[in-house]
């Protein structure tokens, strides 16, 4: 009981289920494509089924990744890819991937759909919450328990806000670097030279959440101007 009395606890909750929430994009886009061409009274089955399987393969992964950062030198090295993946969160820029999900016919076929393509998309989901659990799998599973409903039954009003209010997306991005921080910082080999320089980790906070969101920004208003220069 006393692990759920900490500040640590709430707050690394508090950021799985914002990292779930704002990376929801994909997945409401998987399930919406995988069962739109079922009979209408098997498409809330076919989410619904396919969505707990995919929480099953999600939190599986996301356990073995916390085993994986065990590995020296692996959380550093995903903390620097957390960074990639909350600038190209913020920009719009998914590498190229496209969301190509053929619908599917039956009832079976939609629940796999939806749990294969999750796992497959779902890299940046998977590094983002192990690195904000920190260890822990109590805080995968209820972060997944939190937010997974949330998106099944909120995906289509979730993407609405975010088209909304872009500015929702800057809040995670803001997560996601502050979580890309903790890990590099809490790396096996570099804890004990950060342990006696506090000042240089909170400096690395500020630069690393400052300039993930700013040079986000400076892409987005470059990318409107031009946008605007073209219509004209």
Do not use: C
């Amino acid at each position: 009981m006393e692990l759920f009395m900490t500040t640590e606890f709430w707050s690394a909750l508090a950021a799985i289920v914002v990292i779930d929430l704002v990376l929801a994009g994909d997945n409401a886009i998987v399930i919406a494509l995988a069962a739109r061409n079922l009979p209408r009274q098997h498409q809330r089955k076919a989410i619904l089924w396919g969505t707990a399987g995919a929480v099953v393969v999600r939190a599986s992964l996301t356990v073995a990744v916390l085993w994986l950062l065990q590995v020296p030198g692996l959380m550093l090295a995903g903390g620097v890819l957390l960074v990639w993946i909350a600038y190209r969160l913020l920009t719009g820029d998914d590498g190229g991937r496209e969301h190509d999900v053929a619908p599917s016919a039956s009832f079976w076929a939609a629940m796999r759909t939806i749990v294969v393509a999750d796992a497959v998309m779902g890299l940046d989901n998977v590094l983002a919450v192990a690195g904000a659990a920190h260890g822990s799998a109590l805080l995968v599973v209820l972060g997944l328990v939190i937010s997974i409903p949330i998106v099944v039954w909120g995906s289509t009003l979730i993407l609405h806000w975010l088209e909304r209010f872009p500015s929702l997306l800057y809040v995670g991005g803001a997560v996601l670097a502050w979580t890309a921080v903790k890990m590099i910082t809490s790396e096996p080999f570099l804890e004990a030279f950060f342990a006696e320089r506090r000042g240089l980790v909170n400096a690395l906070y500020v630069l690393v959440a400052g300039g993930t969101l700013g040079f986000a920004w400076l892409r987005n208003r470059r990318a409107l101007a031009q946008k605007s220069l073209q219509k004209a």
